[in-house]
């Protein structure tokens, strides 16, 4: 097979996770604080927030970079970088993927990321009163470009390499770019998922005055998607990695299958900057059950967008009605940013590990805080408790700020 030709018969496996998160530094930390309901979200301790209208978010914590990585390494890299280089490093560890094995230049990287903006910001002063002395790693630390190539220059991967920003879609469609680089042959191995660190100033500030954060003095109570009295979103931050191969590799390696995904499905609203269409929403989902070969009916679960505000949550409600008719009432439906927040562009990425890890574990993480019914949101959430229930094939939706919707389906291994 030439790389070019694109062979519908090749799978896509996923093989290693990685997770970086507010509820923990490992995967199993993270899908042990999912399951038990336990809530990521506090005041904010990354700068102070006293003057600030919001004071919450999902921060990670206690993470030390030293531990992934050297420390010089350490020094010339952003806090986002050092998110997806430990994410990935673990993820490799459980995926039993040695560089030394491989051919470098059919092993890529792709992260989606907004990169590190707020490292302007922060340097703005000195820019303007003593620009020879701005930071000269500036450029590095803040592009988005630079995440996947600073984790691909530490591990020596040569093949396939880029960063995406998509917005909130943006960890979905890494994803989704990443097992059709796979299906084309241009890459056997693509380490692929998101990373954020950007609870900052900047964010929390511009966010918070256009409305869009959740103002619960509570803040485990703070993130509500699908309540009646939800009332924004929640800012987070950390990475989640998948390693992704073609079938054919991952068992001449002898690999771990976690699960295989199995297809994606992408549309744009073109319709508002900020309010999301269930009509071209619901084109996504349809183009990702295609693509997997899956009817609705065959879809055991879906890992929600679910940001909890107002236009997304019953936006996403009536999409899935849309394309699962009676069957959307009989279908559990959580969403994880109830408990870690809204990590942007890494969104889709760490609800890409849980879903996969709720395929392997049988277990539906819930969505928490869910205490009163919203007549536009009618739909089985899986309210404030995990559920036991085989998942067969997860559907994992990602719809962006701006109107860029993609969404992701896993399936069980079936060999």
């Not at 989606?112 to 590095?140: F, Q």
């Not at 918070?208 to 485990?220: F, H, K, Q, V």
């Not at 549309?267 to 084109?283: G, L, Q, R, V, W």
């Not at 609705?296 to 949550?313: E, F, V």
Request: aromatic share 6%; hydrophobic share 40%; glycine share 8%.
């Amino acid at each position: 097979m030439r790389p070019t030709d694109f062979s519908p018969e090749r799978r896509v496996v996923v093989t290693g996770l990685g997770a970086i998160t507010p509820l923990g530094l490992t995967v199993d930390d993270f899908w042990n604080g999912l399951v038990n309901g336990m809530s990521g979200i506090g005041y904010i301790t990354l700068f102070d927030a006293t003057n600030y209208p919001v004071k919450i978010a999902a921060e990670v914590k206690g993470f030390d970079p030293t531990l992934y990585m050297d420390e010089r390494r350490a020094d010339r890299t952003s806090r986002c970088t050092q998110f997806a280089m430990a994410a990935t490093k673990m993820a490799m560890e459980a995926a039993k993927l040695k560089m030394d094995n491989e051919a470098a230049e059919k092993v890529g990287v792709m992260i989606s990321t907004s990169g590190m903006i707020s490292l302007l910001v922060d340097e703005s002063d000195t820019i303007k009163s003593r620009p020879n002395r701005i930071d000269p790693l500036l450029i590095p630390k803040m592009a988005p470009s630079m995440v996947s190539s600073q984790v691909a220059l530490e591990i020596g991967a040569r093949g396939p390499n880029t960063s995406i920003n998509s917005a909130c879609a943006s960890g979905s469609d890494v994803l989704g770019l990443a097992m059709n680089h796979i299906l084309l042959g241009n890459a056997d191995v693509i380490i692929a998922g998101g990373a954020e660190a950007n609870i900052s100033p900047a964010a929390i500030a511009t966010t918070a005055r256009i409305g869009a954060l959740s103002r619960e003095p509570d803040p485990s109570r703070a993130s509500r998607p699908f309540d009646l009295n939800r009332n924004g979103f929640v800012h987070g931050e950390g990475a989640g990695i998948l390693v992704l191969e073609s079938l054919e590799h991952a068992r001449k390696r002898g690999a771990p299958i976690l699960a295989e995904l199995a297809g994606a499905g992408w549309s744009f609203d073109a319709y508002n900057d900020t309010a999301p269409d269930p009509n071209i929403e619901a084109i996504a989902i349809k183009n990702a059950l295609n693509n997997a070969n899956l009817t609705p009916q065959q879809i055991d679960y879906i890992n929600a967008h679910g940001t909890s505000t107002k236009l997304n949550d019953a936006a996403e409600t009536k999409a899935i009605k849309m394309v699962f008719g009676e069957w959307a009432y009989r279908v559990p439906v959580s969403s994880i940013k109830s408990m870690i927040g809204h990590l942007a562009c890494a969104a889709g990425a760490i609800e890409a590990v849980a879903s996969v890890m709720t395929i392997v574990k049988g277990i539906i993480p819930p969505t928490i805080n869910l205490e009163t019914p919203d007549p536009e949101c009618d739909l089985d959430y899986v309210p404030n408790k995990s559920r036991r229930q085989t998942v067969n094939a997860c559907l994992s939706n990602s719809f962006g700020m701006g109107g860029q919707n993609c969404c992701l389906v896993f399936k069980k291994f079936d060999g």
